[in-house]
């Protein structure tokens, strides 16, 4: 527009900005967040207690190694402190894989729909998204995608459980396709509703990186641990794209509160996966009732349940917003909708049975 404006990078133009999940109404009766995914349940005492004491110093930089948060890690996974490395939420670290791996004229594959911030932060880094739609049962087609990599392919990401459908790559399927993807391209397995899984035949990444120098996981602090806000999340890779993480992270992001919270989360491990078995049995609640009303539902291994409304979608999610629970619509395509309090999910099984008999 006006020629004296600063010149920014033509890979900007037409980049959607980042949608947060709506915020629950204010000032209504009841409004409860479903639409991003969040733990319902408050910090724990003992969390609170370490964060309280981290802010009486945040005059001071944090700790910009993470070194108590990495070792802990380390031990924890049973993995070198080498190989840990943390970041500003996974999606820090997702954006900082990029950036070691990616620019103009590189391709990154990753199934579609699926977490709205891969096009984002890929497009950022200057290369090529290549989306793979998914099945018709909403699942990875691991296949196609192994079928899509091209020698610009620089990095793969495989969403498991995907956001937003909330299904997943089995043990046998992601081996046969990670034997399939060339030793010089990165694959991410993003793991962010790890701990919400029940199915023993979906992998642990972390068993998956031993032996293949070419896969990186992602795991956060911001789902089962409830520190979304805290903003921290960590990859487990094999050098050198670890020290690539950490060649690229912005100094000093993580602060303290979020470090020494991670620390206490982990030390506080059985209590934060009591409420991690909780949230399951409500998930559990909420798909049987939803299929007893009549709808289809993909099988979720996640702290959401998604539903295929197509050009519904938007109907569905004021109906939801009118009853006092707000959703995430993806327009023409479905809704997802977080498990959060049972008050919460109360409502949105209603709205549902409801909707289900007005069409
Ligand atoms: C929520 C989510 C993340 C985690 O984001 P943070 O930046 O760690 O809060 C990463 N990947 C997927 C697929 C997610 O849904």
């Known amino acids: 527009m006006s020629e004296t404006s600063p010149k920014l990078r033509a890979e900007l133009e037409g980049i959607p900005t980042y949608k947060p999940g709506k915020p629950a109404a204010a000032g209504g009766p009841v409004a409860y967040k479903l639409s991003s995914n969040e ?48 970041g500003t939420g996974s999606v820090g670290v ?34 090529t998204p290549v989306q793979v739609p998914l099945t018709p049962g909403d699942v990875h087609d691991l296949d196609a995608m192994a079928d899509a990599i091209t020698d610009r392919t620089r990095l793969v990401f495989v969403c498991n459980p995907n956001n ?16 399939r993807v060339p030793r010089d391209v990165l694959v991410v397995l993003d793991e962010a509703y790890r701990e919400f899984i029940r199915d023993r035949e979906v992998p642990d990444g972390v068993a998956l990186y031993r032996d293949r120098p070419n896969v990186c996981v992602l795991r956060t602090f911001s789902k ?12 487990i890779a094999h050098e050198p794209v670890a020290a690539a993480l950490r060649k690229t992270a912005v100094p000093f992001g993580v602060s303290q509160l979020a470090q020494d919270a991670a620390v206490a989360s982990l030390r506080a491990e059985d209590e934060l996966i009591g409420r991690v078995g909780s949230l399951v049995c409500e998930r559990n609640r909420v798909v049987d009732a939803l299929r007893s009303q009549g709808w289809t539902v993909p099988e979720t291994h996640a702290n959401f349940v998604w539903l295929r409304l197509g050009e519904r979608t938007v109907a569905f999610a004021e109906a939801c917003q009118q009853a006092g629970v707000v959703v995430r619509p993806f327009p023409g395509e479905g809704v997802r909708v977080t498990i959060g309090e049972t008050e919460a999910n109360d409502i949105f099984i209603k709205t549902a049975e409801a909707f289900r008999r007005e069409v």
């Open 94 to 127: 997702a954006q900082q894989l990029l950036q070691s791996t990616s620019g103009p004229g590189d391709e990154v594959v990753y199934a579609w729909r699926s977490f709205e911030a891969y096009p984002i932060i890929t497009r950022i880094s200057g290369a």
């Open 39 to 86: 733990n319902p349940y408050p910090p724990l005492p003992g969390v609170m207690e370490s964060v309280a004491a981290a802010a009486s110093a945040f005059n001071r930089y944090p700790d910009m190694a993470c070194t108590a948060l990495t070792n802990e890690l380390a031990e924890r996974f049973g993995v070198p402190v080498s190989h840990v490395a943390t």
């Open 224 to 235: 089962a641990y409830g520190l979304a806000g805290l903003r921290v999340g960590f990859a």
């Open 164 to 179: 937003p459908t909330g299904t997943v790559v089995r043990r046998a399927e992601l081996e046969r396709f990670l034997d």
